[in-house]
Structures are given as C-alpha cells and as structure tokens.
C-alpha cells in the first residue's frame, strides 16, 4: 500500500465495522486520495496504553466532565473502563456505550489514516489517536511541537513586549527585595501589658523601665473606656500625663528615690483625658475597648533621660467614685501616623496600578500589596505577629464562600443550571432585554433576603449557561446581574455585610433600627435606584450587539474552548509523571484547536446565523442529568437557605452563615456519596479564596498604617466645620459621597465599621444635635451602592468574575469600571436626592 503524500500522517483508531467507516469517511469530507482504509487484525497493537497508570486516572478523574470526555483523552476513558467497568465511579454526563460489554478481543478495527493534520474526528467513538510522521523513518509528534512561530501562553494573560515583562520583573523583584529586607531586619513587635488600677481620690503612678529610641512614648490603655465621641456626655474621666523625674546626683537606686516629692517631678506633657462611664455598675456592663494616646515629650527632654540624667513616670489619676482598673501597655516605639498614612496610599494606589492594567493576576497583586504593606509596618517598627495577621483575615467570609462553592460544584453536575436556562428561556420567548431583566430582578430580590455573595455563587452558572443558550456574550450580562445583586443586598439587614455592621451595633438598634424599619427606609431609594440602573444599562447596551460576540460564533467558540483546555492544563503542575502524561495530553489539544483558530482567522469565517432553537430541541439537549443528586441537593440547599433566613434571630438558632456554609457542603457530600472528591475540590475558585485572604490583611494593614481614622477624621472634620442649620445636610452628603467611594476602592468592612463610631459620635454631640436615623441610612447607602463601583469594591463582583473566569470568560477591572462606577454615581445621586427630601426637607426621621 503506497503512502499518502504529506509531512504528517495523523492515525485515527475507531471502533467501526467497513460499513461504519465508508460513512465516517464521508463525514470526514476528504479527498479520496488522501484517506486510506486499513483492516488491523486484534493481534496487532497499535496503541499501547501501558502509560495510562492508576495515578494518572485519578488525575484524569478531577477534570471538568466536558475536558474528561473529550475524544483526545479517550485513552484515559478507555483504560478507566476497563480497570473499573462503565458501573463503577460513574461519570457525570456520560453514556455507556452499548458495545462496551462486548469481548475487545473478537472486533476488528478500522484505521483511518489522514494526512491533513488539521482535520479532527470528534467523536464519541474515537479511542485513541496516534501521530507519526513516515518520513525517513522517524517518529516525531506532530500535535503542535513541530509547528514554527506558534506559541501557546498559559493563565490568559496578554503577550506584552519584552522590554515591558523585563521592566515588570525588575520592578515586582525591588518591591520584593524591600519587604523581604524589612521583614527580615525586624522582630515581631511584642508589648507586654500590666494591669493597674488607679485608686480613688489618688493617683497611680508607674516609671517606664528603659528609654525611648525617640522623642515620642505610646500609652495603650485597655478597659471599659468610652469614645472621644462622648465627652459632652459623661463627666468622669481617667487622666494621664508624662512626668519627668530628675535623679538625685547621690542617689542613682530607684528604689529608695522618692517619687512623690514634687521637688524632683516636672510634667511634661499635656493631659490625656479618657472618658470613662460615671458609675461602678454601668463600668461592670461596659465592654473592653483599647484607647490609644502618642505623647511627644520633645528632644530636649529625651536628651536628659538617654545621658541618665531623669526618667519618664506615666501618672493617671480619676474621679470616678470607686477604684478603676485597666491594662497598661507601654509603647517605645509608636508610630507616626502621618507617615503611615502616605505609606498606605502608596501601597493601596500600586494595587490598582497592578490590577487596573493587569500587570499581573489580581490574586497576585493582592498578594503582593499585602506583604508589602506588612514590610512597610516592620519598617516602622510595627511587624504584626502570626496570630495577629490570621485573626486578621474573616475566616466567616472565607468558609461562607468555600461553602457554597462544594454546594454549587456538586450542583452543577445535576444540570439543574442548564435547566432553569432554559426554563428563563421559556418565560421570557427568547427577547434578550426581557431575559435579561428577569434575571437581574430575580437576582436582586433573592440578594435581599441571602447574602449577595451566595446569590451570587448560585446566580452566575446559570447566567452563563443561558447566555450560551441564546449566543450572548455572558460578560455584560454578568456585570449586569452583580451589580443588580448589590442594589438587592442594600435592601435588608442581612443582604450585604456592611448591612450586617450596622444592624448589628447595639447603639444604633437602641435607637430604633431594626429589620423593619430598616427595611422600610431602603426600600424606597433602592426602588428608584433599580430604576435608573435599568435605564443606565439600557443606554449603555442600547446597541443589542454590544450584547452579543464581536467575532463569529464559530471563532468565539473555539476561542472558548481553548481558554477552557489551558485552564485545565494550567492547574496540572509536573511534579510526578503520571501528572505530566495528563498535562502534555491537554496541551496537544490545545495546539491543534490553536491551528484550528489560525486556520479560520486567515481564511476567513462566514458567521453562523443566529437562530432560535425550538424549545424542544433546549429541553432534549439539556435535561436533568441526576434527579436522584438533585433531590439530594435540594435537601441540602433547604436546610441552608433555612438557616440563612434565621441568622437574623440569633435567639432560634445560633450557627453563624460560615458555619451553616460548611456544614451544608459536608451534608451534600454525605448524601452523595462521593468518591472522587478530588473532582469536587479541584472547582473550588481557590485564587478568589486567596484573594480575599490577602485583601482582609492588606485592608487590616492599612488600618494600622491609619488610613481608615484618617478619611472618618477628614469626614468629621468637615462636618463640623459647617454651620448649624446646613449641618444635617452636609452630614449626609458627605458620609454618603465619602463611603461610596471609599467602599469602591477600599474594602467596605472596615470602612464601615469605623463610619458607623463617625454617626454615633456625631448623633451624640449635644452640641451639633444630629439625628442618628438619617446618618444610618446614608452610611448603609454609600457603603452598599458603592460596591458597584469597581471590580474589587464588593466581594459579589470577586466572585462573580472568579466564577466567570472558571468558565471561560473573563473580564477585566477597566471594562467592568466602565459598566459598574457610572452606575454607582447614578445611583449615589438618586440616593442623594431621596435622603434630602426626606430627612432634611420633611424631616421623615
């Protein structure tokens, strides 16, 4: 038999019979001359699947099903099936072939031998597929290693030019020389506290045991003190001050020097008044609170305690009728917040440089900007201890998310998203801006009752699926879908963290702000907010194919695909060979489905026409794939969302929604009983886990570098600064313009926490006469509203685009901001323009 001309030879081996291979031939379209048929003998191996070990399949087995089935890892099925049977370990999404219980050893085989190596047979019957090139007898793979000037990049990143990758390396190589450097220069800052107690009608003194490196001495006090805040509502006050104490020229013993004799006692300091309750009794209900106070006792002063000359006495006294008892700690070397303020700027601004022009992955860049800001606190002499940086990170968050995600990745294999993408399909007869509204209005309602981040987790597969169903891209219309989940979550108490913050302080819940009011005073800003987001959107997507592909769906699926493929390949490392058997598989389909895309970007591809498949056509091609698993899952998704809506009566039941979280994912597994849970693992979106890690700690950094005092005390600044009768209205405008935007580019959390101290504060000057509602309402607002901002402001938009990603589709943080910050504004507006008419207009409060 002569051989077919060509450099490579592609060998395909089917399971057919010669009339089954007369047809797949015609299927293959080729000219005659170039496809031979060839009977082999089952005596005669052509394919060894002696590489195929245990170790491998089970790697094999963690693959996404739709990657598992494909025909170029047919080898691995194959060798799965026989080892284990088509029964056991069942795959999702696969049917067991009706010849599989036949003897292997009676069939012939059919080679097909191609000499077009771009043409593929994809079909569920290939078994395996052999390159070999019969050119001077040698063997050579032809699956894309021999392809000149192709090159495959790995985690989706885009190609930049040489000098810009070397001028990036040098760059994140300095930044990591300076905080390896700091950190490694430093010890982990350790202060050993005291308990004291200043007496009644006296005053206690103590004599800081060593010197100050510098001019300026830290006092950390811990006990049941009040904030500044309530100076004008309490008269009783613990005082502390800075002595200096001369030593005797005859008499260097400190234990026989008397320090109660004012002839040797300088102060040196002004006073520090701490507020502290008025009676015994409301100090026993008091909760601990650390007060922090900086004295600077000038150079003059240090100079005679370092020559030995004196040394620095910290006396407290108070008025209180009764003893006072508290936890000293000395500070020598307190930071300046000053400083710290410009360092974490710094730092906060080069995470958005990183991440706004993708320099490099955003988990990456959150990892970074954290350790740098750890560096930058050792450098001041404030490096954090372990313990402090895990208690640190909201591990409630984390197990929340962790969660979910098992629930979700177990879920999906039911093909319950691929059904209530068609069943949206249904309601809404195919029309995209009805689709689209319906999902988002859904998305929002279900974010005022769950917490935005689980409605989120549930929301997105089905967005994608359905929006694959009608060939949509699902970017714009996920961007839509979480900003939506933001303006539902503002609704209630219980539907967005900061929410949560507020509700959950005890001052603000005393002064009449519950779930109901609570949600009585958001709804109406929030429906009107709904409104003009709709119309925003609508004006920005008015071109419907803003909402569609900007390439053929022929091209985008391809390019789909193969982002899919590097994905599952990128998450194989080469640790083991049965590891790399599998990664080199992957990265062969990745190569010949990149000269397939080649192949149609330079000859040209005609668009598939768009078209409405039947409903019939939807509802066979994506049915419920496991009722058995489904109604599993939905007993544990009940349990959950059950003991979602309880965690606002803490009375009924008393598991946290981490907790619950986690023991609904241990409850699905248990039902379901499955054995490769290293399938379910490997879905869980583990670079947005570590991204929020690293952005709990960077956000705790740069509260410590004291950025997060320094917008409330900016804030509290200004508004004391107006007069009287604007005094409510600017109030309002400025907690609600400052923590919008702070919330879109500094986590909200912290934000909130200290914004909320800034509205009790202000609500308790007798002197401003603020009311507390109105200042509750605007913080919640901002805070909520200003999540949609930016793709890092709301831990909804991290998770969506982490779950986006993990399907294929990807956005950016500059498309997003284009999308998601005019959004914000409009709504910060519309919400501006309701709490003035209704607070300082008709005084609804």
């Known amino acids: 038999m002569s051989k077919p001309r060509g450099k490579n ?57 739709a990657i598992r089935q494909d025909p170029s890892l047919a080898s691995f099925r194959q060798e799965h099936e026989r080892l284990h049977g088509p029964e056991d370990d069942p795959l999702p999404n696969e049917d ?50 021999g392809d000149e000037g192709h090159e495959t990049t790995m985690g989706g990143h885009h190609e930049h030019g040489k000098l810009f990758g070397y001028i990036k390396v040098g760059t994140l190589l300095v930044v990591w020389l300076v905080f390896t450097g700091f950190l490694m220069s430093k010890h982990e800052k350790e202060l050993i506290p005291r308990q004291l107690s200043v007496p009644e009608g006296s005053y206690r003194t103590y004599i800081l045991p060593e010197p100050s490196p510098g001019s300026r001495i830290g006092i950390n006090l811990k006990g ?22 001369y030593l005797p020229s005859n008499n260097s013993n400190m234990s026989f020097f008397p320090d109660h004799d004012v002839k040797y006692t300088e102060n040196i300091t002004n006073v520090w008044l701490v507020p502290i309750p008025s009676s015994l009794d409301a100090i026993d209900q008091m909760d601990e609170m650390t007060r922090k106070h900086v004295f600077d006792i000038g150079p003059v002063n240090h100079q005679k305690v370092t020559s030995g000359k004196a040394v620095v006495r910290v006396r407290m006294s108070s008025n209180l009728d009764g003893d006072f008892p508290t936890k000293f700690t000395y500070d020598p070397t307190p930071m300046d917040t000053e400083t710290g303020v410009i360092y974490a700027a710094i730092v906060l601004l080069g995470l958005y440089v990183l991440i706004i022009w993708e320099i490099v992955h955003r988990t990456f860049a959150a990892i970074i900007a954290s350790t740098l800001a750890i560096g930058v606190l050792a450098a001041m002499n404030e490096r954090p201890s372990m ?14 998310l962790f969660g979910m995600m098992i629930l979700v990745a177990i879920l999906s294999e039911t093909g319950i998203f691929d059904y209530l993408a068609v069943y949206a399909y249904q309601v809404t007869n195919g029309k995209v801006w009805p689709l689209i509204n319906c999902l988002c209005i859904f ?27 009608m060939e949509l891209n699902p970017v714009p219309v996920l961007m839509s879908m979480v900003i939506y989940s933001n303006v539902g979550g503002t609704l209630t108490p219980v539907g967005d ?63 789909h695909e193969i982002a899919v493929w590097q994905r599952a390949a990128a998450s194989l490392s080469s640790y083991s060979k049965d590891e790399d058997l599998v990664r080199e598989t992957l990265l062969k389909k990745v190569n010949r489905l990149s000269r397939s895309l080649k192949k149609k970007l330079v000859t040209g591809s005609v668009p598939v026409e768009s078209y409405k498949a039947t409903l019939e056509e939807m509802r066979r091609k994506y049915p419920i794939r496991s009722k058995t698993l489904l109604v599993k899952s939905a007993i544990t998704l009940a349990f959950v969302i059950t003991f979602f809506f309880l965690h606002s009566a803490p009375d009924i039941q008393k598991l946290s929604l981490g907790w619950t979280a986690l023991l609904g994912a241990l409850l699905l597994l248990i039902l379901a009983d499955r054995e490769d849970i290293e399938s379910v693992i490997a879905r869980v979106e583990w670079s947005t886990l570590l991204f929020f890690a690293a952005l709990f700690i960077l956000m705790e950094a740069l509260a410590e570098l004291g950025l997060i005092d320094w917008i409330g005390k900016q804030t509290e600044n200004v508004i004391l600064s107006v007069s009287e009768e604007s005094r409510l209205a600017v109030a309002i405008l400025i907690i609600l313009w400052v923590s919008a935007f702070a919330s879109a ?18 609500a308790e000057n007798e002197a401003l006469d603020l009311p507390l509602q109105p200042l509750v309402w605007a913080l919640a607002l901002g805070a909520c509203l200003g999540g949609n901002g930016t793709l890092i402001g709301a831990s909804a938009n991290v998770v969506c685009a982490g779950v986006a990603e993990q399907h294929g589709y990807r956005f950016t943080f500059i498309e997003y901001f284009k999308v998601g910050f005019p959004v914000m504004v409009g709504s910060v507006i519309v919400s501006t323009i309701y709490l003035m008419f209704a607070h300082v207009v008709f005084t609804w409060h």
Request: proline content about 5%; hydrophobic content about 40%.
């Open 497 to 559: 963290p900061p929410n949560v913050i507020i509700a959950s302080n005890s001052h603000i819940a005393k002064n009449g702000v519950n779930f109901a009011t609570f949600t009585l005073h958001m709804a109406i800003p929030i429906f009107f907010v709904m409104i003009t987001t709709y119309f925003q959107l609508r004006m920005k997507f008015k071109n419907i194919n803003d909402l569609r592909f900007s390439e053929p769906q022929d091209v985008q699926e391809i390019r």
């Open 224 to 245: 049941a003190f009040l904030s500044d805040q309530h100076h004008n509502n309490t008269s009783t006050y613990v005082s502390v001050n800075l002595q200096l104490l």
């Open 96 to 145: 067991v072939s009706a010849d599989d219980g036949e003897d292997n050893n009676s069939k012939e085989f059919i080679t097909i031998k191609v000499t077009n190596p771009d043409t593929t047979v994809e079909d569920g019957k290939t078994t395996a597929v052999v390159e070999q090139c019969e050119k001077n007898g040698q063997n050579v793979t032809t699956d894309g290693e």
């Open 9 to 65: 030879v592609v060998f395909k081996i089917l399971k057919l019979n010669e009339e089954e291979a007369e047809d797949e031939l015609d299927r293959l379209n080729q000219p005659r001359p170039s496809v031979t048929v060839q009977t082999i003998r089952p005596n005669y191996s052509i394919i060894s699947l002696s590489q195929v070990t245990e170790a491998s399949l089970e790697i094999w087995r963690t693959l996404p099903a």
């Open 745 to 762: 580019f500094v986590d909200n959390i912290p934000l909130t926490t200290m914004m909320v101290k800034i509205a009790i504060g202000l």
């Open 387 to 400: 313990p402090k940086l895990i208690s640190w990170i909201d591990v409630e968050t984390l197990l929340l």
């Open 443 to 469: 998305t929002a309602i279900l974010s005022s009752f769950l917490d935005n981040v689980t409605t989120v987790l549930l929301m997105t597969p089905v967005t994608i699926r359905l929006c694959e169903v």
